[in-house]
Nanobody, 120 residues
Framework: QVQLVESGGGLVQAGGSLRLSCVVS????????MGWYRQAPGKRRELVAV???????DYLDSVKGRFTISRDNAKNTLYLQMNSLKPEDTAVYYC??????????????WGQGTQVTVSS
């Protein structure tokens, strides 16, 4: 079974930066589109950014220009560089397989996520 382990979250002031990492077990990481999702308290989980196997990227409008998704297929690792953070970015962040922005695809297996808290 696939395992996803996220790390890198923390408490940061508005305007600050964080870099999230996610290690994915198994041999299928490199051939799949991957994404970063987030879930804020009382809200539905949403897809924030996606990256294809060929490193094509797409983003939620609210994070465009501030977040950058990347991947290292040799290390089975997904990254999310988050700059100019805002209080509304506060959420638990998860990595997982994805299809595309706007897709309703819901992967069956999830990691524990990593908490990002942005103070104003």
């Amino acid at each position: 079974q696939v395992q996803l382990v996220e790390s890198g979250g923390g408490l940061v002031q508005a305007g600050g930066s964080l870099r999230l990492s996610c290690v994915v077990s198994g041999n299928i990481f490199g051939i799949n589109t991957m994404g970063w999702y987030r879930q804020a308290p009382g809200k539905r989980r949403e897809l924030v950014a996606v990256i294809t196997s060929r490193s094509g990227t797409d983003y939620l409008d609210s994070v465009k220009g501030r977040f950058t998704i990347s991947r290292d297929n040799a290390k089975n690792t997904l990254y999310l560089q988050m700059n100019s953070l805002k209080p509304e970015d506060t959420a638990v962040y998860y990595c997982n397989f994805a299809l595309s922005m706007g897709s309703s695809y819901n992967p069956p297996v999830w990691g524990q996520g990593t908490q990002v808290t942005v103070s104003s």
